[in-house]
């Protein structure tokens, strides 16, 4: 149990265009999903935080407007980097967690690696 | 605020043991993580710790000390596919806070 998807698994993208990143729980109703991201050799970074049918909280420094995440079901919420730039190129990670799985675990999908030209 | 500190780099030999040092000062403490993460891979879990003490699975333990701000990762009879990097985590009120990660190398 407790499996996390993601798509695409790595995108090529060209500097301007938008990319949207999904993110499932396959076998559990994930309350809350997390979105990280990490840059090599460095440690994850939480962007934003999103529960089912509310509005994200993103971490201090993140542009809420350039990273729009969505959470529209108890088993999806998508990432979307709009107006991609080159410094944006990342690891891009989610995670999704339970209330109810007794000790609130987040389990990661296996990322996106995003590269923008 | 959260700082949580980890080795950079160990190296031990196959079959050896190996034991990651974590220390950390946070706002809140809900319990401490282990992930391994290998290369160009994402976590995946492997402990969980929220009282003191041991906590033992195979190969892994696992062990905190709320007093001390304090936590090690013990990796028994060390393999190959152990090589990895190993993150300390901890969740303070709301979210998980990460440490740099620890790269492990296994050598023959």
């Known amino acids: 149990g407790a499996v996390v998807s993601q798509h695409p698994s790595w995108v090529i993208c060209k500097s301007g265009t938008s990319v949207k990143i999904e993110c499932r729980s396959l076998d559990f109703q994930a309350t809350t999903m997390f979105w990280y991201r990490q840059f090599p050799k460095q440690s994850l970074m939480l962007m934003a935080t999103?529960?089912?049918?509310?509005?994200?909280?993103?971490e201090q420094g993140v542009e809420k407007d350039k990273f729009l995440i969505n959470h529209a079901s108890l088993t999806l919420s998508t990432l979307t980097v709009t107006s991609a730039h080159p410094e944006d190129s990342s690891f891009y990670i989610c995670?999704?967690?339970?209330?109810?799985?007794?000790?609130?675990?987040?389990?990661f999908g296996p990322g996106t690696r995003l590269l923008v030209l | 605020g959260q700082n949580i500190d980890q080795p950079t780099e160990m190296t031990a030999t196959e079959g050896a043991i190996v034991q990651i040092n974590c220390t950390y000062q946070t706002s809140g403490f809900n319990g401490l993580f282990w992930y391994q993460q290998h290369a160009g891979e994402a976590p995946t879990f492997l402990s969980y710790n929220v009282l003191d003490g041991l906590e033992e699975k195979g190969r892994f333990s696992s062990f905190l000390s709320r007093s001390k701000g304090y936590s090690y990762l013990l990796l028994k009879e060390l393999q190959m596919k152990d090589s990895a990097s190993y993150l300390c985590?901890?969740?303070?009120?709301?979210?998980?806070?990460f440490g740099a990660g620890t790269t492990v190398t296994v050598r023959a």
């Open positions: 985590a901890v969740r303070g009120d709301y979210k998980l806070s």
């Open positions: 999103s529960n089912e049918g509310s509005k994200a909280t993103y």
């Open positions: 995670s999704a967690s339970a209330e109810g799985r007794g000790r609130e675990t987040q389990y």
